[in-house]
């Protein structure tokens, strides 16, 4: 297809309908479940019968047959109110079902998709490691010993979304299998010797279910092996990229939500004998808002658009992902700046923006990883 700067009719529509129920279902309750630092399975039910977790796969495993692009939009649309289910939505797709779909056999397709597009269960990727971060290959210990048919599993993961839900019902775990091979293995949760720490108590994503993830002697067939053997580094390299884009995405719809409350308050929020929003100190915060919110929109889009033409979308996938969550970062600390004392409570979507922004910048590759990715592809 062409570029363009329009969604298509079915797109725009999608994100309306998706818009409203975030607005009607998520916004009210949203403040909540954060204090609560509970896991919402019942919205995240309800996201499922909507079809968001089937958005980009087909309907032979019950996708929805839509594209990157379309899910995209409804991570944004979802992080505009709240990013916890935002960032629940992103890695249930991106990282719980697409590497199956993706380099999966028909049999392991047939076996996990249909309930992972559904939205009736969730997936997890299991890849980061203690002393990690970063250099997610030179730090991995954990590690899978052929034994007749099966894999025999031992080692630990960090850091890891969605492990822990009563939905998740599979992981996909890297492990070394050889000298210098990485290979990528689906193992279902009620394995035994697999098993899940209680919740990090993190500074945001309060609602989002991130755990440590132990494997004792964790024992599963040979067939469960993603791919070929060794071919698990190549693989998280995809799906790192791809989840870029969906992390600016998420990004983008921090800043958008930023923007409306800072809109609404402004308005009705007075001070000296007016609104606030009337003394250009306010005004022109929201206005950069509004740039950045625009300029990492036009680039998460580009970044789609080059994915689902079959271009390369490496650089653009660092640079969309880099932009928009130093962004979405500076614009939470201006929301907070704009709403004064009120911004700096939870109970304003700002202050909880506040919180949840910083992690922007560090997950899917930090911003000096993706300025290293970039720079590299500019041959420095």
Not at 28 to 57: D, Y
Not at 262 to 277: D, L, Q, T
Not at 281 to 303: C, G, N, P, S
Not at 345 to 351: D, H, K, M
Request: hydrophobic share 40%; charged share 25%; aromatic share 10%.
């Amino acid at each position: 297809m062409g570029l363009s700067f329009e969604l298509a009719p079915e797109q725009e529509e999608f994100r309306r309908v998706v818009a409203d129920f975030a607005d009607r279902e998520i916004a009210p309750v949203a403040a909540e479940f954060n204090a609560q630092g509970r896991f919402p399975v019942e919205i995240v039910r309800r996201m499922g019968e909507l079809g968001l977790f089937g958005l980009p796969f087909g309907s032979d495993y019950g996708g929805m047959d839509g594209d990157y692009l379309t899910l995209c939009l409804a991570i944004e649309e979802i992080g505009r109110v709240d990013q916890s289910l935002g960032i629940t939505l992103e890695a249930g797709v991106g990282l719980g079902a697409a590497p199956i779909d993706e380099f999966g056999t028909e049999e392991q397709k047939q076996r996990w998709l249909p309930q992972l597009l559904r939205g009736e269960r969730l997936g997890a990727f299991g890849l980061t490691e203690s002393g990690g971060g970063s250099d997610a290959f030179g730090a991995t210990r954990t590690r899978a010993v052929r034994d007749g048919d099966d894999w025999v599993i031992d080692g630990g993961k960090q850091f890891i979304t969605n492990a822990g839900t009563e939905l998740t019902s599979v992981v996909t775990v890297t492990a070394w299998t050889g000298e210098q091979q990485m290979t990528s293995i689906i193992v279902p949760v009620d394995t035994p010797g697999f098993s899940v720490a209680p919740p990090y108590h993190k500074v945001g994503w309060h609602a989002s279910d991130t755990r440590e993830l132990h494997f004792d002697g964790v024992r599963v067939p040979v067939s469960n092996t993603l791919g070929e053997q060794g071919a698990g580094f190549r693989q998280f390299l995809k799906t790192l990229d791809d989840g870029r884009i969906a992390i600016s995405a998420l990004a983008v719809g921090l800043i958008q939500g930023c923007i409306e409350e800072c809109v609404r308050y402004a308005r009705e929020r007075e001070a000296f004998g007016r609104p606030i929003g009337s003394y250009q100190a306010i005004a022109f915060k929201i206005a950069d808002l509004e740039v950045a919110a625009q300029t990492a929109r036009q680039m998460y889009r580009y970044a789609c658009w080059r994915k689902m033409e079959g271009l390369p979308y490496k650089r653009e996938a660092s640079i969309a992902k880099l932009y928009s969550s130093e962004a979405a970062v500076t614009a939470a600390r201006e929301a907070t700046q704009i709403f004064g004392g009120m911004g700096f409570t939870t109970e304003t979507r700002v202050g909880r923006f506040y919180q949840d922004a910083k992690v922007l910048e560090i997950g899917e590759g930090t911003s000096e990883v993706q300025r290293l990715l970039i720079s590299r592809d500019l041959g420095l």
